[in-house]
């Protein structure tokens, strides 16, 4: 498989705490995106970071890469209740392939 | 115009049927995909088209037939469906290839 391998499976925090959720995968890669998913709902583009790029924040969110180890991450910081969804990685050298994604789920 | 527009967004249909789901963007997006989605499960990617020729056919049985008749449109047509075919069916376009994807809402289709 050469989809995006994402872990914790299944992430549970209090409302205000930082989650952190990591991307792995097997190849050499130009992009890495990252996607939420609310229940039964389409997917929502988070943010792109390419392979020259180490680190890009979007609001809330800090996503880091780092292609020595074939990793990124997604740090959300001071959650919401409304952050409760299921968060994707995707590479551009697996066509928009998701692996198994974490579902955070942020108690009020 | 950011959105992806899918139809219908629920459907019933026998297994002997035939129905199509479509998918509609205005944003110029030359790369469209379908994905199907199971509860509690990741989007499995069905099929890719770019600039309109079908790029990836992830060995989906023969009973999904996609179309991309311009641009603009994706077709997803059914045909003789099983029920563990019931799941979510998820357009989404991008740019090109591997760029910022844009979901539609989906279609929740259930098959009797």
């Known amino acids: 498989s050469q989809q995006g391998e994402e872990d914790p499976q299944a992430l549970s925090i209090q409302e205000g705490e930082n989650a952190t959720m990591n991307c792995s995968y097997k190849t050499s890669i130009n992009n890495l995106q990252w996607y939420r998913q609310n229940s039964g709902r389409g997917l929502v583009h988070l943010i792109l970071i390419r392979s020259n790029e180490r680190e890009k924040h979007s609001g809330r969110l800090r996503v880091t890469l780092d292609t020595s180890k074939k990793s990124s991450s997604l740090l959300i910081t001071a959650s919401r209740a409304a952050d409760t969804a299921s968060y994707f990685c995707?590479?551009?050298?697996?066509?928009?392939?998701f692996g198994a994604g974490t579902r955070l789920t942020v108690k009020p | 115009d950011t959105e992806v527009t899918q139809t219908p967004k629920h459907l019933v249909m026998g297994m002997t049927n035939k129905k199509s789901l479509k998918c509609e963007q205005h944003?110029?997006?030359?790369?469209m995909y379908w994905y199907k989605q199971k509860a509690k499960k990741p989007p499995e990617l069905m099929f890719v088209?770019?600039?309109?020729?079908?790029?990836i056919n992830e060995s989906v049985p023969s009973r999904f037939s996609p179309e991309c008749p311009n641009s603009s449109l994706l077709n997803l047509h059914l045909h003789a469906l099983q029920p563990e075919d019931s799941a979510l069916y998820l357009c989404?376009?991008?740019?090109?290839?591997?760029?910022?994807?844009?979901f539609g809402q989906g279609t929740r289709l259930t098959v009797v």
């Open positions: 995707a590479t551009d050298y697996n066509d928009m392939r």
């Open positions: 088209y770019s600039y309109e020729k079908l790029s």
């Open positions: 944003m110029g997006h030359r790369a």
């Open positions: 989404a376009s991008s740019h090109s290839m591997n760029t910022e994807a844009f």
